[in-house]
T-cell receptor
Framework: GIQVEQSPPDLILQEGANSTLRCNFS?????LQWFHQNPWGQLINLFY???GTKQNGRLSATTVATERYSLLYISSSQTTDSGVYFC??????????FGKGTKLTVNP | DAGVTQSPTHLIKTRGQHVTLRCSPI?????VSWYQQVLGQGPQFIFQ???????GRGNFPDRFSARQFPNYSSELNVNALLLGDSALYLC?????????????FGPGTRLTVL
């Protein structure tokens, strides 16, 4: 089945710093989503981005489907950005396949 | 509009017992999927239902079963609970149109098996 790798596994930043999270996937996809999981376990939709570039405030994402990777950019990070960021993809089946996540800690 | 809702939020069971988890999708969504997330890992797909029919099944034993009701809500049942079934169980719904298969997740049910 399709494989998803996220990097880095852990990231520690000072408030105000910028960061880039990466997601590599092993096959063509028809769905790619980025999520932020808060400390209570809720998965919050950040982007639905099987291809192209999107921006939402301080966050933006780019998926290069032909090269099988996606990037999530966080600018001017805030302590509330802390948590685990997941990339998930959907290939030919109905299921979302998740990576192991990037744990982001933003210190004040 | 309300998001995906799940009940209960927390549950404690003992080994060998049975558990039923419930999920209500976003209004207008006809597809419901279930995922299991153990500590430190990403969610793993268990089932997907669309229009009350099973559309996909992950690599889980037959102790896990699910169904979808005419109002598109869903139940996940787990029999003969094992310690390893302790996890966060997430439900997701997605819109009825194929142009977007974006999935939206509920807050989860945290199951502890003692």
């Amino acid at each position: 089945g399709i494989q998803v790798e996220q990097s880095p596994p852990d990231l520690i930043l000072q408030e105000g710093a910028n960061s880039t999270l990466r997601c590599n996937f092993s096959d063509s996809v028809n769905n790619l989503q980025w999520f932020h999981q808060n400390p209570w376990g809720q998965l919050i939709n950040l982007f639905y981005i099987p291809s192209g570039t999107k921006q939402n405030g301080r966050l933006s994402a780019t998926t290069v489907a032909t090269e099988r990777y996606s990037l999530l950019y966080i600018s001017s990070s805030q302590t509330t950005d802390s948590g685990v960021y997941f990339c998930a993809v959907q290939g030919g089946s109905e299921k979302l396949v998740f990576g192991k996540g990037t744990k982001l800690t933003v210190n004040p | 509009d309300a998001g995906v809702t799940q009940s209960p939020t927390h549950l404690i069971k003992t080994r060998g017992q049975h558990v039923t988890l419930r999920c209500s999708p976003i209004s207008g969504h006809k597809s419901v999927s279930w995922y299991q997330q153990v500590l430190g890992q990403g969610p793993q797909f268990i089932f997907q239902y669309y229009e009350k029919e099973e559309r996909g099944r992950g690599n889980f034993p037959d102790r896990f079963s699910a169904r979808q009701f005419p109002n598109y809500s869903s139940e996940l049942n787990v029999n003969a609970l094992l310690l390893g079934d302790s996890a966060l169980y997430l439900c997701a719904s997605s819109p009825p149109y194929r142009a977007s298969n974006e999935q939206f997740f509920g807050p989860g049910t945290r199951l502890t098996v003692l």
